[in-house]
């Protein structure tokens, strides 16, 4: 059976940096809206040049082209055997799509990452960007004095690679039980700690991170999800696990949230909401 994964969750949550820990676990791929929608535009393919167009034109990309985008991924042979796709659906007309898309193949697994909205503006008030790359960080778990470092070893993941602003990573001094292997990057980051794990750059603080915006868009985030979250929810492979916990722990929750939905109960079966906990629903 192959595993098809929607993370849902807001910005802050940490949904890229679970789900790009989560699939390369799995051996899966992760596939990232922002990230396909780059290479449709780089590998110019049809889509991509309809995207390209209007992205010139300083416009959003429409429904139609991230389906058509989303759909060119998921028809590669390495999303055959699973994958998990985050960034995507962001509407309920996004997610009646998808269903159409995925006829014929394994069942849809959603699990949406609940944070309360005064840890989402913190996450995000303290978080720092890649100016190169584009990776995430937080200056939290200062250990040894120096910002943006953790001095953790054991269970403490290194910078996200996610680029569409949900890792609430930490920058991770390399260890022996470090997650992350000891890279050039990482040995400059010990010596300068605003400096990327993944390729050196410095670290910045997003402009749009500040208290008012951040609020705002979680404003936004809420109006649109809501509705996807209730398409969701009904469903017996939905579940919904808390995101306020260390990385580790959330990990730990989605993998058994995604275990409990593939043992899920017979096509009919009503499963009864609840608020999201430690643990996964079931």
Not at 70 to 99: K, W
Not at 120 to 136: D, K, P, S, T, Y
Not at 164 to 177: E, Q, W
Not at 200 to 219: F, H, M, P, T
Request: glycine residues 10%; proline residues 6%; neutral net charge.
């Amino acid at each position: 059976m192959a595993l098809n994964l929607i993370m849902l969750g807001p910005p802050g949550a940490g949904k890229g940096t679970q789900a790009e820990r989560f699939a390369r676990t799995r051996g899966i791929p992760r596939i990232s809206t922002g990230d396909i929608l780059r290479d449709a535009v780089h590998e110019g393919t049809e889509i991509g040049k309809r995207a390209k167009a209007v992205m010139d034109r300083g416009e959003l990309v429409g429904d139609d082209v991230m389906i058509g985008i989303v759909q060119e991924r998921l028809d590669r042979p390495d999303a055959a055997d699973g994958f998990v796709l985050e960034g995507f659906p962001r509407t309920v007309a996004q997610a009646t799509a998808l269903d159409r898309i995925m006829t014929g193949r394994d069942p849809l697994i959603v699990v949406d990452i609940a944070v309360p909205e005064t840890e989402l503006v913190r996450r995000l008030a303290w978080r720092l960007i890649c100016e190169v790359c584009g990776a995430n960080a937080a200056m939290e778990d200062l250990g040894d004095g120096a910002p943006g470092v953790s001095s953790r070893g054991e269970g403490a993941p290194g910078v996200s690679n996610d680029t569409n602003g949900d890792g609430a990573d930490r920058v991770v001094l390399p260890g022996a039980n470090a997650n992350a292997p000891e890279t050039i990057a990482a040995v400059r980051a010990i010596a300068e700690p605003h400096r990327c794990r993944r390729c050196g750059g410095r670290l910045v603080q997003r402009s749009d991170d500040n208290d008012a915006i951040v609020r705002e868009r979680l404003k936004v985030y809420q109006r649109q999800s809501e509705p996807l979250v209730e398409f969701y929810r009904e469903r017996p492979t939905f579940r919904s696990i808390s995101g306020a916990q260390s990385p580790d722990r959330v990990a730990a929750d989605l993998t058994a949230a995604v275990e409990a939905a593939v043992a899920r109960p017979p096509v009919g079966t009503r499963v009864v909401p609840g608020k999201a906990r430690s643990g996964a629903q079931s």
